[in-house]
């Protein structure tokens, strides 16, 4: 075969396809057939025929009874419109838009990203609860499973300033809710929503506790640790 004709081919051209189309085609509710007569409006699309017919698309594939049908579907469904537009001539003519196709896609994955998220949130959240009966060295009690799940609920803590206030209320020896309470409430008042607030917030509490010991006291005892409870 002549290379010259085998360079022309090669050349003629690509049709992008977003990769996330390729993997996720069946997700959203595309067959082969449909995928495939999808990809080829594009093409014509892309090649400035705005409205190929089932003839043209049968040149490439499925007779041309065939493509009408998969075309009625795909219009049927969703994945694909007829526009009109007016040319700089005044003349009305129709186009293909595969711009509902985009619109499925990013709602089918967007969905997904939520599903993953809210059941990622969701074992963090069981997590947490282990977290707390690993501390307590015991199951925790209707009332305080009621009051944790009030923190995430109600208050909005995230799982991870929880998980904080439970190692300071360690780190202070008052392992207790009404404790872990008072300091997600000072938390929450003096806006600390991330770990980096609570160890800020948290030095700069011992500080203030510091300073408020008389002098001579501070001389007899040694200084108070620094304790970075919030690493791990």
Known sequence: MNKRFLMQWITEGQLSVPKLLLKNYRKIGLNEEEFVLLLQVYDFLSEQHPFPTPEDLSERGPSSSECATILGQLLKKGYLSIEE??????????????????????????????????????????????????????????IECETLAMWLDQDHHSPEIIRAALRESVVSGKLNFR???????????N???????????????????????????????????????LEK
């Open 179 to 189: 404790y872990i309470d008072r300091i997600l409430f000072e938390w929450k008042k």
């Open 85 to 142: 537009h007016v040319d700089e001539n005044g003349i009305l003519f129709e186009s293909y838009s595969i711009d509902p196709l985009w619109e499925k896609l990013i709602h089918v994955m967007t969905n997904e990203k939520i599903e993953q998220e809210n059941e990622l949130k969701k074992q963090e959240e069981f997590n947490i609860y282990t977290v707390f009966e690993q501390e307590f060295s015991r199951p925790l009690s209707p």
């Open 191 to 229: 806006g600390v929503q991330t770990l980096q607030q609570a160890r800020a917030y948290g030095e700069k509490f011992r500080k203030y506790q510091q300073s408020k010991q008389p002098t001579q006291e501070k001389r007899k005892v040694e200084p108070f640790p620094t304790y970075n409870w």
